[in-house]
């Protein structure tokens, strides 16, 4: 019997930095476990390219990232969600669709890297963070059993991982 396949969106306000980068590395890490996406409440429309360009340098693929609207997961025929986090405090606080699948919802909230002034060592670093700690908790949550545990108990574990 194949593993199940659990469907995982991000979300952001932009859908060019944060939500990228965490649909990214999970569909990278997430052993064929995961099928990430990413989106945005108001996405800018374009993939921040300090974003890809650090995806790319990890190894990682930037194959078929786009900046999208969270709209597109709440349409029929749109896959039925098993866990939704939300990446920025500003689409944690914003009223979303009703997803499909009756997702696990978590706040793994992350500060913008694509808002960072400074010299361009200040901004590759900003992403750099940020990529650190979406990574940390990525890894945290792959390597739970989630076939064993229970809807409840899942969801406090991935609201935790949002803290660490």
């Not at 306000?13 to 990413?38: D, Q, V």
């Not at 990446?87 to 606080?93: E, I, L, R, T």
Request: glycine fraction near 10%; aromatic fraction near 8%.
């Amino acid at each position: 019997m194949a593993e199940r396949i659990y469907n995982v969106l991000f979300l952001c306000t932009g859908n060019s930095a944060r939500s990228i980068l965490a649909e990214a590395m999970l569909n990278h890490r997430g052993n064929g476990r995961f099928k990430a996406y990413s989106a945005g409440s108001h996405p800018n429309g374009t993939v921040n390219p300090r974003a890809l360009q650090l995806l790319e340098r990890t190894g990682m693929s930037t194959e078929g990232l786009r900046s999208k609207g969270w709209d597109e997961f709440a349409l029929p025929g749109a896959p039925a969600l098993d866990f939704v986090f939300t990446v920025c405090d500003n689409a944690a606080g914003e009223v979303c669709p009703i997803w499909p699948g009756q997702p696990m919802t978590a706040h793994w909230g992350q500060l913008d890297p694509a808002a960072v002034e400074g010299t361009e060592l200040e901004k590759t670093n900003a992403f750099r963070d940020a990529q650190r700690m979406l990574e940390r908790r990525i890894i945290l949550f792959t390597s739970r059993p989630l076939e064993s545990l229970y809807r409840l108990a899942l969801g406090t574990r991935i609201r935790d991982i949002g803290k660490a």
